[in-house]
């Protein structure tokens, strides 16, 4: 059974924050939740060389230790150019150019609905004060 919807796009959130961070290009996230019984969110990236793909997942695997996340598992054949990392909610899918043209995920769930990624990215917004001022009594 699937997790929460915003639990699960908290997550696919630091995965995007962690992939950014590490300089992947051209992410992409995908709500899959209507067309998957198994998953809610795609995140795709892609990796510049083997050497960078591996630097990828590592600073991922980092930032879902850190927020106390569970890894189901990944999957990264040596030299295959794609890494899958599993973490149940959210599927991370991290290619070379050519693995990620070769594969073409996004047309094969072009029926998923696009999560803008420079939303996910965006720095928290601070909290509002809501405190109501209290009225000052003028001196007589």
């Known amino acids: 059974m699937k997790g929460s919807a915003s639990a699960s796009l908290e ?9 950014d961070a590490k300089k992947a290009e051209d ?10 019984s198994i998953t809610n969110f795609l995140v795709l990236a892609t990796g510049t060389s083997q050497p960078h793909l591996r630097a990828l997942r590592v600073e991922l695997e980092k930032a879902v230790d850190a927020n106390r996340a569970r890894i189901v598992g990944i999957e990264t054949a040596q030299e295959s150019g ?3 990392v599993d973490l149940f909610d959210v599927m991370v899918h991290v290619f070379t150019a050519e693995m990620r043209a070769r594969y073409g995920l996004e047309n094969l769930w072009k029926d998923a609905t696009a999560v803008s990624v420079s939303w996910l990215l965006a ?5 509002k004060r809501t405190a109501a001022k209290k009225p000052r009594k003028r001196p007589a």
């Open 27 to 36: 992410l992409c996230v995908l709500d899959v939740s209507a067309q998957s």
């Open 123 to 127: 720095p928290p917004k601070a909290a």
């Open 11 to 19: 997550l696919a959130k630091i995965c995007c924050r962690a992939l």
């Open 82 to 84: 794609w890494i899958v």
